[in-house]
């Protein structure tokens, strides 16, 4: 009996998922990843990771600036996409964030687009978290990118019609006490018949973060509402970006 797949593993090899939130903001990761970096001031030889890298446009950003940079995703097709641009200073592997990677070893580890949330249980999403601790130096430094809840649900858009290149995205949200929602219907005259995807993110807030990455031994540094990286307001930033150190043992 073959496994049924998770949403996101089904939603995150579609070509769609790219054409509907990636194709058209390139200059967006670039401006951000400029920002983080003037905000961090990483040295030269800094290791980097960038969990659920997608197909790398934040890991070929910040490799462009110097930096020795690994990606992981668990998108099979996304990870094929990002090897093409492998070199000296880029990495990338298939990798599923809640198992262990690589330990101690970088000094930078990076969380980008609310790649985060997906699972079915909080075990899952603190195995990820220990993942990532595990992964960095004592003093290394963690940046995760998540959507403000708050802002998502005062500003929730129910219903809207995005056409890309002759594709139609028919787009449904809503939200209960615990995750948003969103349902993705896809019509094109290269499909037989539409095709339907859904997300579901869980809400996690501030407080969430901040139990999960002490339990894991990262203290919050900072937080920011949006990638001009304004000061964060609980009801008006649409953004959480929370800047996080791993504690080194006394």
């Given at each position: 009996m073959k496994a049924t797949k998770h949403w996101y593993e089904e939603w995150f090899n579609s070509p769609y998922?790219?054409?509907?939130y990636f194709k058209r903001d390139r200059k967006e990761a670039t401006d951000f990843i400029d920002k983080l970096v003037s905000y961090l001031k990483?040295?030269?030889?800094?290791?980097?990771?960038?969990?659920?890298?997608?197909?790398?446009?934040?890991?070929i950003q910040l490799a462009t600036k110097g930096f020795d940079v690994t990606g992981i995703?668990?998108?099979?097709?996304?990870?094929?996409?990002?090897?093409?641009?492998?070199?000296?200073?880029?990495h990338f592997f298939l990798h599923d964030m809640r198992l262990p990677f690589w330990i101690n070893y970088f000094d930078y580890a990076f969380n980008f687009f609310t790649s985060f949330g997906y699972f079915?249980?909080?075990?899952?999403?603190?195995?990820?978290i220990r993942t990532i601790s595990e992964s960095l130096k004592p003093g290394g430094v963690f940046v995760i990118d998540y959507f403000n809840v708050h802002f998502e649900e005062e500003h929730l858009i129910a219903d809207s019609k995005i056409e890309i290149e002759g594709v139609i995205y028919q787009i449904s949200r809503w939200?209960?006490?615990t995750h948003i929602y969103k349902k993705i219907v896809i019509e094109s005259h290269q499909l037989k018949e539409p095709l339907t995807y859904m997300e579901k993110v869980v809400k996690f807030s501030?407080?969430?973060?901040?139990?999960?990455l002490a339990y894991q031994q990262m203290q919050i540094q900072e937080v920011f509402g949006d990638y001009d990286f304004s000061h964060y307001d609980v009801k008006k930033?649409?953004?959480?970006?929370i800047v996080a150190k791993k504690m080194v043992r006394k």
């Amino acid at each position: 009996m073959k496994a049924t797949k998770h949403w996101y593993e089904e939603w995150f090899n579609s070509p769609y998922y790219y054409q509907l939130y990636f194709k058209r903001d390139r200059k967006e990761a670039t401006d951000f990843i400029d920002k983080l970096v003037s905000y961090l001031k990483p040295p030269k030889e800094s290791l980097m990771l960038d969990i659920g890298c997608g197909r790398g446009r934040h890991s070929i950003q910040l490799a462009t600036k110097g930096f020795d940079v690994t990606g992981i995703d668990l998108s099979q097709e996304s990870i094929r996409i990002a090897k093409e641009k492998e070199n000296d200073h880029l990495h990338f592997f298939l990798h599923d964030m809640r198992l262990p990677f690589w330990i101690n070893y970088f000094d930078y580890a990076f969380n980008f687009f609310t790649s985060f949330g997906y699972f079915n249980t909080r075990r899952e999403h603190n195995n990820a978290i220990r993942t990532i601790s595990e992964s960095l130096k004592p003093g290394g430094v963690f940046v995760i990118d998540y959507f403000n809840v708050h802002f998502e649900e005062e500003h929730l858009i129910a219903d809207s019609k995005i056409e890309i290149e002759g594709v139609i995205y028919q787009i449904s949200r809503w939200f209960d006490e615990t995750h948003i929602y969103k349902k993705i219907v896809i019509e094109s005259h290269q499909l037989k018949e539409p095709l339907t995807y859904m997300e579901k993110v869980v809400k996690f807030s501030y407080g969430d973060f901040t139990e999960m990455l002490a339990y894991q031994q990262m203290q919050i540094q900072e937080v920011f509402g949006d990638y001009d990286f304004s000061h964060y307001d609980v009801k008006k930033s649409p953004r959480m970006i929370i800047v996080a150190k791993k504690m080194v043992r006394k």
